[in-house]
């Protein structure tokens, strides 16, 4: 376990806009597992939605113990490899960066640099447990640990017991979550009716069912030229990162990588695809790497 934004909140009522608690939490030395947790086996994950940016814990720029961060104006393609931790007990029911209580029953996060909130995707290195959580707290800033963890987070992810796991962060767009899922769902629904309208398949309706879930391509004429553009990967705040990701990525696609550097934000790329009928496999190889959010930009962007 470790110290997230909802301590930080004491010592920096300018960072997180929270207010002191008169010691209580303080008074407890160490966080703590709940006396008597119940199952958070089932506890779903967070639903990706547009939401404002929230009033408090959103300054471009703030400082924690002599240290700057740089808060993302915008989280899309943010992908980031590191150790998760976790809170507990110490910081239920308390205000976290975003104003808001923690809850440590409820899927949700603490991270130094990804807007309030941003969801993302968690997954576990070690086991391939995955999570879609809400950002809405600051944190961790001891030592070199990537997010903090709610208590129910780290119970689905199987890091309760070590205390840290190793893991991959990577954010999501609500819009994209929300039409993937709806796809996903009308495609299972039509091959479900497909299979009951007989009782048994007919081979026409098993090649119903098998359109339904393939990947659905767009008609040529209406495909994009592709010139000029990239298939980001990731938006690291870390340049060192960024090179070691560019780096792991080269010898994994077999397109060319690059970091593009803007407003100190590092974007790993790759391309340039010329030919719009490429970016489908180019996609494919970054997701058997294990990245599943890539999206296309413009050479400018």
């Known amino acids: 376990?470790?110290?997230?934004?909802v301590l930080v909140c004491m010592l920096m009522l300018l960072v997180a806009g929270c207010a002191s608690d008169g010691g209580g939490r303080y008074a407890q030395q160490n966080d703590a597992y709940p006396d008597?947790?119940?199952?958070?086996?089932?506890v779903p994950d967070a639903v990706p939605k547009d939401e404002p940016l929230a009033k408090s814990g959103n300054r471009s720029t703030y400082e924690v113990?002599?240290?700057?961060?740089?808060?993302l104006s915008d989280p899309s393609g943010y992908v980031e490899e590191g150790d998760a931790s976790w809170y507990g007990t110490k910081f239920q029911g308390y205000d976290t960066a975003s104003g808001e209580p923690y809850d440590m029953y409820k899927m949700s996060a603490a991270h130094r640099t990804l807007p309030l909130p941003t969801y993302v995707r968690v997954t576990?290195?070690?086991?391939?447990?995955?999570?879609?959580?809400?950002?809405n707290d600051r944190g961790p800033f001891h030592g070199d640990r990537l997010i903090d963890l709610?208590?129910?987070?780290?119970?689905?992810?199987?890091?309760?017991?070590?205390?840290?796991?190793?893991?991959?962060?990577?954010?999501?767009d609500p819009e994209q979550w929300a039409e993937q899922h709806k796809r996903s769902t009308e495609s299972a629904s039509q091959g479900e009716v497909a299979q009951v309208s007989s009782g048994v398949p007919t081979q026409g309706a098993t090649n119903e069912a098998s359109a339904a879930d393939a990947p659905q391509q767009a008609p040529v004429a209406?495909?994009?030229?592709?010139?000029?553009?990239y298939v980001q990967v990731a938006a690291l705040s870390?340049?060192?990162?960024?090179?070691?990701?560019?780096?792991?990525?080269?010898?994994?696609v077999s397109r060319?990588?690059?970091?593009?550097?803007?407003?100190?934000?590092?974007?790993?790329?790759?391309?340039?695809?010329?030919?719009?009928?490429?970016?489908?496999?180019?996609?494919?190889?970054?997701?058997?790497?294990?990245f599943d959010q890539s999206f296309v930009v413009s050479a400018t962007e």
């Open 1 to 5: 376990m470790r110290v997230s934004g």
């Open 36 to 42: 008597a947790p119940p199952d958070v086996t089932d």
């Open 65 to 71: 113990w002599g240290e700057t961060y740089h808060v």
């Open 124 to 135: 576990n290195l070690d086991n391939r447990h995955s999570v879609i959580v809400r950002v």
């Open 150 to 172: 709610s208590y129910a987070a780290a119970a689905r992810l199987d890091i309760l017991g070590h205390g840290t796991g190793h893991v991959r962060v990577e954010a999501i």
């Open 222 to 229: 209406e495909r994009q030229d592709g010139t000029g553009q």
């Open 238 to 252: 870390s340049a060192a990162r960024a090179k070691a990701l560019e780096k792991r990525l080269q010898g994994q």
């Open 256 to 290: 060319p990588v690059r970091v593009r550097e803007e407003a100190s934000v590092y974007r790993v790329q790759v391309g340039p695809v010329h030919d719009a009928s490429h970016i489908d496999s180019i996609k494919a190889e970054l997701q058997a790497a294990g």
